[in-house]
């Protein structure tokens, strides 16, 4: 069963710092991992996909990695502005089927201070 | 705007009072699902439909339903709501589940049971 996992819970940095976010999951035979963003009392807002036989993805400031065999997937965020304040949350599907089940991590809950 | 969209936004309502959550998507998706969103225990499927007429059972499906009778259309319908289901909903939807297809979230649903 898929287990994703997210550290920091939070975290706080100064404006213009570059950081990482990171996901671990449990079964390596991912279908795909998606980021997503979440602000107060919004909606989740998708900011990338990786697909199973993909490294990377970028757009714009950020850029997402995978790797199957160690069971990671990180988020970097280039150059840091106090509006990427939100809670960052990364999920993939249940291997082995119902693809479009997402589990999710608890999401880090990233701060940034001008 | 391709979008998501879910209302109401913010309920209140008493124990055994029947409501409807709706939930309608704009983007011809196939797959629909609704998540709640807990404290500790993060966002977990209730029920997905990969298809008009074709509906299914998530992780926590207990006290509540759905039907699919129109493919942009997903109402989650809660008979007897009690206070555990007290709790953020989400409507998501993406086109048939593969490696390639990001799941986009409405904006979520605030429900109070008293």
């Known amino acids: 069963k898929q287990e994703v996992t997210q550290i920091p819970a939070a975290l706080s940095v100064p404006e213009g710092e570059n950081l990482v976010l990171n996901c671990s999951f449990t079964?390596?035979?991912?279908?795909?991992l998606q980021w997503f963003r979440q602000d107060p009392g919004k909606g989740l807002t998708s900011l990338l996909l990786i697909q199973s036989s993909q490294r990377e993805q970028t757009s714009g400031r950020l850029n997402a990695s995978l790797d199957k065999s160690s069971g990671r997937s990180t988020l970097y965020i280039a150059a840091s502005q106090p509006g990427d304040s939100a809670t960052y949350l990364c999920a993939s599907p249940p291997g082995g089927g119902s693809q479009g089940n997402l589990i999710f991590g608890k999401g880090t809950k990233l701060s940034v201070k001008p | 705007e391709a979008q998501v969209t879910q209302n109401p936004r913010y309920l209140i309502t008493v124990t055994g009072k029947k409501l409807t959550v709706t939930c309608s998507q704009n983007m011809n998706h196939e797959y629909m699902s609704w998540y709640r969103q807990d404290p500790g225990l993060g966002l977990r499927q209730i029920y997905y439909s990969m298809n008009v007429e074709v509906t299914d059972k998530g992780d926590v499906p207990e006290g509540y339903k759905v039907s699919r009778k129109e493919k942009r259309n997903f109402p989650l319908i809660l008979e007897s709501p009690s206070p555990n289901q007290t709790s953020l909903y989400f409507c998501a939807s993406s086109f048939y589940p593969g490696t390639s297809n990001e799941q986009f979230f409405g904006p979520g649903t605030r429900l109070t049971v008293l």
């Open positions: 079964d390596s035979a991912i279908y795909n």
